[in-house]
């Protein structure tokens, strides 16, 4: 496992940059799968929201490195930042635990990258490390109804609520 207080600062930013990605589809492909309009937008917002967190990352990438292409590796370091594994017998709040975790992973990572900079680009993680922990608060609270509410993702919200 990458330690973020030592590794090279580039190759941390180009891992992060590659879990942005992967959220990114994640939580396109499950905004794609679920039923629920509401929970629909959500994780539409939530993909739209790490996309952006892809392109501040490439940018601030770029200000470090003179213009330079990160170089986004294969796979992500599942110690690091966690993705979300969803197979067909995940329910739906496991789903959404795997989300809060991978975010507050995320949270985490930013904040403690954060060390390593001055301002402005600690500001910036500093930024996403807040981002990505009111991401971990809305899964929270989803969290909570998938498991008081066993097809909520499932719901025609529009025909429940009169």
Same mark, same amino acid.
């Given at each position: ?6 590794? %090279?600062?580039?190759? !941390?930013? #180009?891992?992060?940059?590659k879990?942005?990605? @992967?959220? =990114? $589809?994640?939580?396109?492909? +499950?905004?794609?799968?679920? %039923?629920?309009?509401? !929970?629909? #937008? ?6 739209? @929201?790490e =996309? $952006?967190?892809?392109?501040? +990352? ?23 930042l ?32 954060s060390?390593?900079?001055e ?32 097809d ?8 429940v609520?009169?």
């Open positions: 496992m990458l330690d973020v207080s030592t590794a %090279s600062v580039n190759e !941390l930013l #180009e891992i992060a940059i879990a942005e990605m @992967e959220a =990114n $589809k994640t939580y396109s492909d +499950l905004a794609r799968r679920i %039923s629920n309009p509401l !929970l629909k #937008e959500k994780f539409q917002w939530l993909a739209y @929201e =996309n $952006k967190h892809k392109e501040i +990352l490439e940018k601030l990438y770029k200000t470090l490195y003179q213009g330079d292409e990160p170089q986004v590796p294969d796979t992500v370091d599942e110690t690091l966690p993705s979300i594994h969803i197979d067909p017998s995940s329910s739906f709040a496991d789903i959404l635990h795997q989300a809060m975790e991978s975010e507050k992973s995320a949270e985490n990572f930013y904040a403690n990258l060390k390593r900079f301002d402005p680009q600690k500001k910036i993680l500093n930024y996403l490390s807040k981002v990505e922990h009111s991401h971990y608060m809305m899964l929270q609270s989803e969290y909570v109804l998938a498991q008081d509410f066993e909520y993702a499932e719901k025609d919200i529009d025909k609520v009169t």
